[in-house]
């Protein structure tokens, strides 16, 4: 079964640093573009990073940019978010979502991971 | 960044009610306009992707519909299974952006 499994979450200090995994597992984790979306507690769904299929190619939301860094081992089959300068509105369930993109269906997230949850307070 | 607007935010119907969710963005996005359906405590389903393909294993009930900076999903018959939030999401720039959400309830 196609699956992604995040991991790394928890409880972090104003200020603090953390890093998401995401695990992927039954799909050529390598061929495809990867996401991060996050969902802070009771709102909607917020987009945060995208990046390509060989990790050369990376985007961020601007309420991320400059403080978070996305990246990939496809030898390892995992994605990463490595979050820093953290601040308590990030708190929010994270997760990883795969992108399919096909010339006639266009792009989107078709496999998403259960999430994983960060949460900033002293 | 592009806009999204839904909606309306949240929506009371009763079981077997046709059900309609609007999505304008900022600026045109040509077809590159996703559905997601949530659940509470879940992740986010792909219900529609391209304005109006259905996503395998999506039930027929559900549908889309729209180009450029205004679209719509369709529920044709409310099911008991069908209350929950739903999302549009555009996929036309290269930072992708979801609507506020719509919170479908029973009535």
């Known amino acids: 079964e196609v699956q992604l499994v995040e991991s790394g979450g928890g409880l972090v200090q104003p200020g603090g640093s953390l890093r998401l995994s995401c695990a992927a597992s039954?799909?050529?984790?390598?061929?495809?573009?990867m996401h991060w979306v996050r969902q802070a507690p009771g709102k909607g769904l917020v987009w945060v990073s995208r990046?390509?299929?060989?990790?050369?190619?990376?985007t961020y939301a601007d309420s991320v940019k400059g403080r978070f860094t996305v990246s990939r081992d496809n030898a390892k089959n995992t994605l990463y978010l490595q979050m820093n300068s953290l601040r308590a509105e990030d708190t929010a369930v994270y997760y990883c979502?795969?992108?399919?993109?096909?010339?006639?269906?266009?792009?989107?997230?078709?496999?998403w991971g259960k999430g994983t949850t960060v949460t900033v307070s002293s | 960044d592009i806009q999204m607007t839904q909606s309306p935010s949240s929506l009371s119907a009763s079981v077997g009610d046709r059900v309609a969710i609007t999505c304008r963005a900022s600026?045109?996005?040509?077809?590159?306009l996703n559905w997601y359906q949530q659940k509470p405590g879940k992740a986010p389903k792909l219900l529609i992707y391209?304005?109006?393909s259905l996503q395998s294993g999506v039930p027929s009930r559900f549908s889309g519909s729209g180009s450029g900076t205004d679209f719509t999903l369709t529920i044709s018959s409310l099911q008991p299974e069908d209350f929950a939030s739903y999302y549009c999401?555009?996929?036309?720039?290269?930072?992708?952006?979801f609507g506020q959400g719509t919170q479908v309830e029973i009535k």
């Open positions: 990046i390509s299929s060989a990790g050369s190619s990376t």
């Open positions: 039954e799909f050529t984790f390598s061929s495809y573009w």
């Open positions: 999401q555009q996929s036309y720039s290269t930072s992708w952006t």
């Open positions: 979502a795969r992108e399919y993109y096909g010339f006639w269906s266009g792009y989107y997230m078709d496999v």
């Open positions: 600026q045109s996005i040509s077809s590159y």
């Open positions: 391209a304005t109006s």
